[in-house]
């Protein structure tokens, strides 16, 4: 059974638009997979890929938001979008590709973010920003 808390919510949205925002995305993410009871494991694996998601809004995206929606359809699982208004990505399989980033990180961002989840889509094209939605189901 979920907590009251998260039964009775819809969606919830966070900014990201500071480098403190980050943190405050994270905890959001780990809050709600502790209340649905998510595993260690899961917890980590669901709080890495938004830490992921969220960065690259922030970074590459000029900042956005993240949305945390909890997922009840016969199982339970948590959906998180992450939206910017940056440049797109000019080339979505190259940066899905691990070894390829367009900073200084070891470029594993989007290609281990699909990794860590059940379900992953993007959304994006040079000119009209990002969106990206991945869920993770609680086994």
Do not use: C
Request: aromatic content about 4%.
């Amino acid at each position: 059974m979920l907590p009251d808390e998260l039964t009775d919510q819809g969606p919830r949205e966070h900014s990201v638009r500071a480098e403190k925002d980050l943190l405050s995305a994270r905890h959001a993410v780990r809050a709600s997979a502790v209340a649905v009871g998510f595993t260690i494991v899961d917890q980590t694996k669901i709080v890495t890929a938004a830490s992921e998601l969220v960065r690259n809004a922030y970074i590459h995206g000029g900042g956005g938001t993240m949305t945390i929606t909890v997922l009840r359809n016969g199982r339970v699982g948590l959906e998180l979008t992450v939206r910017d208004k940056g440049p797109g990505i000019a080339d979505v399989d190259q940066a899905m590709t691990d070894g390829f980033s367009t900073g200084a990180g070891l470029g594993h961002g989007l290609g281990g973010t699909r990794r860590l989840v059940d379900e992953f889509t993007i959304d994006t094209a040079p000119g009209r920003g990002t969106t990206v939605t991945i869920v993770r189901w609680k086994p």
